[in-house]
C-alpha cells in the first residue's frame, strides 16, 4: 500500500501563490504516477495534472494550463503542486494520487485526505 500525505492548503488572495506538497510513504517502489485532483463545493472530483515517475511526461487540465506547475523528487518520493496566478475558482480541497497511466487515461489507485485551499477575491 501507497501512504500520501499532503500539505501546504491555506487561505490566499486572488492573484496569489501557494505550494502544495505530497510525501509517499509505504510500497512506494510501486509507484508510477503521481497527480492531483480537486473538489469544490458541489462538484465533481476533477483532475489537476499528473506527472510520470521519471518527470518526462506531465499533463495539465486545461483551466490550470500556464499557472500551475506540477514536480516530484524521487530522492524524498514528493511530488508538488506550484500554483500561481490563484483565482477563486481554483478553491478546493486538493487531493494527492498515485496511479498508472492507460492508453492515455490516468488512473488514481491511492489517495491522500486532501488539503483546503482557499483562494479570495
Known amino acids: 500500500q501507497v501512504q500520501l500525505v499532503e500539505s501546504g492548503g491555506g487561505l490566499v488572495q486572488a492573484g496569489g501563490s501557494l505550494r502544495l506538497s505530497c510525501v509517499a510513504s509505504?510500497?512506494?517502489?510501486?509507484?508510477?504516477?503521481l497527480g492531483w485532483y480537486r473538489q469544490a463545493p458541489g462538484k465533481q472530483r476533477e483532475l489537476v495534472a499528473h506527472?510520470?515517475?521519471?518527470?518526462?511526461?506531465?499533463t495539465y487540465a486545461d483551466s490550470v494550463k500556464g499557472r500551475f506547475t506540477i514536480s516530484r523528487d524521487g530522492a524524498t518520493n514528493t511530488v508538488y503542486l506550484q500554483m500561481n496566478s490563484l483565482k477563486p475558482d481554483d478553491t478546493a480541497v486538493y487531493y494527492c494520487?498515485?496511479?498508472?497511466?492507460?492508453?492515455?487515461?490516468?488512473?488514481?489507485?491511492?489517495w491522500g485526505q486532501g488539503t483546503q485551499v482557499t483562494v479570495s477575491s
Open positions: 494520487n498515485a496511479g498508472d497511466v492507460y492508453s492515455g487515461t490516468y488512473y488514481p489507485r491511492s
Open positions: 509505504g510500497s512506494i517502489f510501486s509507484i508510477n504516477v
Open positions: 506527472i510520470s515517475s521519471g518527470g518526462t511526461h506531465i
